[in-house]
C-alpha cells in the first residue's frame, strides 16, 4: 500500500471508529460462553453460522458436554447430531474434538495462549485465534476478521482484498492497536443493525458519508 492511499485510509478509519464509537460504547462478543474452551467451540461452530444459531446449539451443548474431558469421551457420530444445525457438522465435529484431545494432552486442558499454538489446532485459523485470544486472554495481536468484517472493510474503502488475512493486514496498518480489539465487535454489530448484506438503501447507513 503506497503512502498516499496509506494517510487517505488511516484519516477515514479514524472517522469510521469515531462513529462506531458513539453506535457502540460497549462492544461485547454475542457468542455466550463461560470459559475459553467454550468459546472456541462456539465460534468453532459460528464458521458460515449465525451467532444466534450458535447460541441456540451451545445452550444445550454445553449442558450435555461440561467439561474438557467430556469432548475428549464424546462419540463423533452423536456429536455431529449435537451440532448438525450449525451447519458443516463432520468436519466441525471432526475438529473440535480431535482439538479437545490436543489441549488435553499438549496443553494439560488450557486452551493456549499465543497465535502461534492456536493455528496449529484443527479448524482454527486466524479470525478464530484472535476472537479466542482477545476475548478469553486479552491477548490482541491481530484483527478478527470474519463475514461482517470482511464484507463492511471492502464497502467502506477500507482494502480491496477479499482474503481475510490480507484484510487483517490492511487493518492493521491503518488502525490504532487500542481499536483492533473492538473494531471486530462493533463493525459486526453495525453489520447486523445497519448494514445487513442484504439489499438495502445504504445512503441511510451511519456510515455512508465517511
Known sequence: MDSKLLDKRRKKAVKIVKILKELFPRADIALTHSNPWELLVATILSAQCTDKKVNEVTAELFKKYKTLNDYVKANQKEFEQDIKSTGFYRNKAKNILTTAKIIKEKYHGRVPHTMEEMLE??????????IVLGNAYGVVVGIAVDTHVRRLSKLLGLTEHTDPDK?????????????????????VLYGRMYCPAIRHDHASCPLANV
Open 167 to 187: 484484510i487483517e493486514q490492511d487493518l492493521m496498518q491503518i488502525l490504532p492497536k487500542k481499536e483492533w480489539f473492538d473494531f471486530n465487535h462493533r463493525l
Open 121 to 130: 489446532l484443527p479448524g482454527v485459523a486466524r479470525k478464530t485465534a484472535n
